[in-house]
């Protein structure tokens, strides 16, 4: 069976992590990407570490399953051989500094003006408009911005999230509105102008604290590990660690002081018996409970939520991730073929029934010059004569 994008071309102008994971996700579902990188170093993100083996971490997993070409865009004729390219793509894609794309008169207006079926992807921080469209964005920045660092850490100090979740949350969108655009060119003919910035991708995302905020004029509190509208949910002791315990509805309740902490006197308790009262009450609710998992060992615990049907965690490390038996045991593992060698990588969350992703190799900087540029037409003395210039490397 083939992948479902199989015959897309997609030239990505791209650097860091919100366009990289797009177009990545793209190319694991069979796209031909084609990254456009600069010819002193690449995308910067090749640089951000050394830690596989001397590539970087991010890079590693960004950008498996693409074909670097290197090109140097300040030179006319590098710019005439990116034109060439994206003449012959279904997807242009770029998240260069803001009005860098325009400059290079490679905006959507101009590029759609030549061939209207043509997928235009501006990625940026903020936007095309709005008095912070020319603002440098990074996830950090963003993030705070958005909002998502007043509700996140413990009550005593804000806390980013551990991972780039502006840039992914950036990513995912693009991701979508990508196969959005392409969906509708097959019933249409006709392509598409999209912007997704990491600024409105977090503010989507903001969710429920937006809500409960606008309607209640309250800043949402940072609660660490708890819920700051559902209790219990929080990591509770036990006897040799931690387990998390989410309780949903007043039902889980009953069965969690009846069935796992042998307290039924609980459920009737008019200070427990609804979510609403178990919130009001929640330093009560949290000393009643750990009281109880403090006495029993986190596999005796979790023994008895699965059994009472009540959902739990362990507060594993990344470390304890890597080793999970669920990954393993659903061969979720796979390996990539690298520049230093083959290495692990997890499979995309959607699985296909018929075909399995493509988790293509990492590619060196500029590996597939030569082969990209042959397709154009230009002979190898051509080639050569261009990267004694330094217009490709």
Same mark, same amino acid.
């Given at each position: 069976?083939?992948?479902?994008?199989?015959?897309?071309?997609?030239?990505? $102008?791209?650097?860091?992590? +919100? /366009?990289? @994971?797009?177009?990545?996700?793209? *190319?694991?579902? #069979?796209? =031909?990407?084609?990254? &456009?990188?600069?010819?002193?170093?690449?995308?910067?993100?090749?640089?951000?570490?050394?830690?596989?083996?001397?590539?970087?971490?991010?890079?590693?997993?960004?950008?498996?399953?693409?074909?670097?070409?290197?090109?140097?865009?300040?030179?006319?004729?590098?710019?005439?051989?990116?034109?060439?390219?994206?003449?012959?793509?279904?997807?242009?894609?770029?998240? $260069?500094?803001?009005?860098? +794309? /325009?400059? @290079?008169?490679?905006?959507?207006? *101009?590029?759609? #003006?030549? =061939?209207?079926?043509? &997928?235009?992807?501006?990625?940026?921080?903020?936007?095309?408009?709005?008095?912070?469209?020319?603002?440098?964005?990074?996830?950090?920045?963003?993030?705070?911005?958005?909002?998502?660092?007043?509700?996140?850490?413990?009550?005593?100090?804000?806390?980013?999230?551990?991972?780039?979740?502006?840039?992914?949350?950036?990513?995912?969108?693009?991701?979508?509105?990508? $196969?959005?655009?392409?969906?509708?060119?097959?019933?249409?003919?006709?392509?598409?102008?999209?912007?997704?910035?990491?600024?409105?991708? &977090?503010?989507?995302?903001?969710?429920?604290?937006?809500?409960?905020?606008?309607?209640?004029?309250?800043?949402?509190?940072?609660?660490?590990?708890?819920?700051?509208?559902?209790?219990?949910?929080?990591?509770?002791?036990?006897?040799?660690?931690?387990?998390?315990?989410?309780?949903?509805?007043?039902?889980?309740?009953?069965?969690?002081?009846?069935?796992?902490?042998?307290?039924?006197?609980?459920?009737?308790?008019?200070?427990?018996?609804?979510?609403?009262?178990?919130?009001?009450?929640?330093?009560? &609710?949290?000393?009643?409970?750990?009281?109880?998992?403090?006495?029993?060992?986190?596999?005796?615990?979790?023994?008895?939520?699965?059994?009472?049907?009540?959902?739990?965690?362990?507060?594993?490390?990344?470390?304890?991730?890597?080793?999970?038996?669920?990954?393993?045991?659903?061969?979720?593992?796979?390996?990539?073929?690298?520049?230093v060698g083959p290495i692990s990588a997890v499979l995309p969350p959607v699985t296909f029934g018929d075909v399995e992703a493509r988790m293509g190799a990492v590619p060196a900087l500029g590996e597939h010059t030569d082969g990209v540029l042959t397709e154009l037409g230009l002979s190898a003395?051509?080639?050569?004569?261009?990267?004694?210039?330094?217009?490709?490397?």
């Amino acid at each position: 069976m083939t992948l479902p994008l199989e015959g897309f071309t997609v030239v990505s $102008l791209e650097q860091a992590v +919100a /366009a990289p @994971l797009a177009t990545r996700h793209l *190319a694991d579902q #069979g796209a =031909r990407v084609i990254k &456009v990188e600069r010819v002193d170093g690449g995308d910067f993100a090749r640089a951000y570490d050394t830690t596989v083996r001397g590539m970087a971490s991010h890079f590693v997993w960004l950008n498996r399953g693409k074909e670097s070409v290197a090109l140097n865009l300040k030179d006319d004729e590098g710019l005439r051989l990116l034109r060439e390219l994206i003449a012959r793509a279904d997807v242009f894609l770029q998240n $260069l500094a803001p009005g860098a +794309a /325009a400059r @290079l008169g490679l905006d959507a207006p *101009a590029l759609r #003006g030549e =061939r209207p079926e043509l &997928v235009v992807v501006d990625m940026s921080g903020y936007g095309s408009s709005g008095p912070y469209r020319d603002r440098r964005a990074y996830d950090l920045l963003v993030q705070s911005e958005a909002g998502l660092v007043s509700i996140t850490g413990t009550p005593d100090a804000p806390a980013k999230t551990g991972i780039p979740t502006a840039d992914i949350a950036a990513g995912m969108y693009a991701y979508s509105g990508v $196969l959005s655009a392409l969906l509708r060119r097959t019933r249409t003919g006709e392509g598409a102008h999209l912007e997704v910035s990491m600024f409105d991708a &977090v503010a989507e995302w903001m969710g429920h604290p937006l809500y409960l905020s606008a309607h209640t004029g309250q800043q949402p509190p940072r609660t660490g590990l708890s819920h700051p509208i559902i209790a219990p949910y929080d990591a509770y002791p036990t006897a040799d660690g931690e387990v998390l315990i989410g309780i949903q509805n007043d039902r889980g309740w009953v069965r969690l002081v009846k069935d796992v902490l042998g307290r039924p006197e609980l459920a009737e308790d008019p200070d427990f018996a609804t979510n609403v009262a178990r919130v009001r009450n929640r330093s009560r &609710v949290d000393a009643a409970v750990a009281e109880g998992t403090a006495t029993m060992t986190s596999e005796e615990l979790v023994r008895r939520l699965d059994a009472a049907g009540i959902a739990s965690a362990k507060l594993n490390m990344v470390g304890e991730l890597i080793a999970h038996p669920q990954l393993s045991e659903r061969d979720r593992w796979r390996e990539v073929a690298t520049p230093v060698g083959p290495i692990s990588a997890v499979l995309p969350p959607v699985t296909f029934g018929d075909v399995e992703a493509r988790m293509g190799a990492v590619p060196a900087l500029g590996e597939h010059t030569d082969g990209v540029l042959t397709e154009l037409g230009l002979s190898a003395q051509a080639l050569e004569s261009l990267r004694a210039r330094g217009i490709v490397a």
